[in-house]
């Protein structure tokens, strides 16, 4: 029997951006009593106030900085999982960003693909949240991620992603997998299908919702001939 779920979203709130439906069909990540089943890819506080994703992940391609992950945290009603380095942030320094994002009420941690594995083990050594390792390739020693603390897995392979989650489902059947699920339902649910407990989502940019936005307004005042 299909159960029928009851719905509100106001006047001002109802062009609310929305992940796919299809996410719903994976089995979600429980971290500390909360399951998540979506996570936004965005550090736009206005995207991140008016998306009805389960969690934020707030990484970006630059130095990690505690004030963007405090704003971040501030404006969120879902926990988020900030960034603290593996690329150019790296070694002890990722150690302090990790503590502090803890300390400013980030949900886990989340590090990139060169991060070292000693890092790893550092970071584990310091916080109580998750550490979340990024996996770009399946010729990365998912392995040595897991037993230096790893405790989720985020894959992010471009088109080779559910080829990816399927072969670290293989070895690995208990770890817990974030997933990129593409920009079709269709992708979702292979990524899903593979073995991902979890997606990640890219929303539309603000630019292009507010583009969408003025095209509406200007077609108001647009008299036919």
Do not use: W
Request: net charge neutral; charged share 20%.
């Amino acid at each position: 029997m299909q159960k029928i779920v009851p719905s509100y979203s106001g006047t001002l709130r109802s062009h609310l951006v929305e992940v796919p439906q299809c996410i719903a069909e994976c089995t979600g990540i429980r971290i500390f009593g909360r399951r998540i089943k979506s996570l936004v890819f965005s550090t736009d506080v206005a995207i991140i106030k008016n998306i009805n994703g389960d969690a934020i992940i707030a990484v970006y391609p630059f130095t990690p900085q505690p004030s963007i992950a405090q704003a971040i945290i501030s404006v969120s009603d879902v926990p988020v999982f900030v960034g603290v380095g593996g690329g150019v942030t790296n070694g002890r320094r990722s150690v302090r960003l990790a503590t502090y994002a803890e300390h400013q009420g980030a949900f886990g941690v989340v590090v990139n693909a060169p991060i070292a594995d000693e890092t790893i083990a550092q970071i584990k050594d310091v916080v109580d949240i998750p550490v979340i390792a990024t996996i770009v390739s399946s010729q990365m020693d998912v392995g040595k991620r897991i037993a230096s603390g790893a405790d989720i897995l985020n894959v992010s392979g471009a088109a080779q992603t559910p080829e990816i989650v399927r072969k670290i489902r293989s070895e690995f059947p208990d770890i817990p997998i974030i997933a990129t699920g593409g920009p079709t339902d269709e992708s979702i649910m292979e990524t899903i299908h593979a073995g991902a407990n979890a997606i990640t989502y890219t929303p539309p940019t603000n630019g292009s919702l507010f583009a969408e936005s003025m095209r509406r307004y200007r077609a108001r005042y647009t008299t036919e001939e």
